[in-house]
């Protein structure tokens, strides 16, 4: 029993041991997250960050989120968030980020206000690009119908979840015969 009993302290303590090891070498915590990595001003020009940065986090395969708002001249200000479903980087220089759907809302500046549409029911899908254009539509849920089409040019902020330092490997995606057409089905 002794000899059991002076095994578990040292096992316990090569246990310990190991585990301090690992935290010591290892260093702190990644301290990563979800963190702004570009900015465009509504033209698409930089405002923060960098869109170099951002494309490689994208490659990496960080999700990104995507924001813009808007300040009325009487101070009233609304600031949305979006998570797109389906991204395309363009020549290496800029994403193209298209939105699930959602519902438009009554309102957008009086929180208490803020209900979703019900007569009709509408639906707003949209695609955002880090050069500064914005298009969205509406579609009313009861009918089918488009009922609102819009082009914009929009500032929007542009974050994606990163570790601290990001030493992951960039693949090469875009590549000579990459897709190449397996067979045609015309229905």
């Not at 960080?62 to 708002?69: D, F, L, Q, T």
């Not at 979703?116 to 695609?127: E, H, I, S």
Request: proline fraction near 5%; aromatic fraction near 10%; hydrophobic fraction near 40%.
């Amino acid at each position: 029993m002794k000899f059991l009993s002076s095994s578990l302290k040292v096992s316990g303590i090569s246990l310990l041991t190991c585990a301090l090891l690992q935290f010591s070498c290892s260093g702190k915590p990644d301290a990563g997250g979800w963190k702004l990595v570009y900015q465009n001003d509504s033209l698409g020009r930089p405002v923060y960050g960098s869109k170099k940065d951002l494309i490689l986090a994208v490659k990496r395969g960080s999700p990104i989120r995507v924001a813009w708002g808007e300040l009325l001249d009487d101070g009233t200000s609304d600031v949305e968030f979006a998570t797109p479903d389906f991204t395309t980087l363009v020549n290496e220089s800029d994403l193209v980020v298209q939105f699930p759907a959602s519902m438009i809302q009554t309102e957008y500046m009086i929180a208490a206000k803020s209900y979703l549409k019900t007569d009709p029911p509408l639906q707003w899908r949209a695609l955002m690009c880090t050069d500064g254009h914005y298009h969205q539509f509406h579609n009313d849920l009861a009918s089918g119908k488009v009922t609102r089409t819009m082009y914009l040019k929009t500032a929007m902020a542009w974050y994606a979840e990163v570790p601290e330092r990001d030493d992951r490997h960039v693949p090469a995606l875009a590549i000579p015969n990459g897709i190449r057409l397996d067979s045609l089905r015309v229905h």
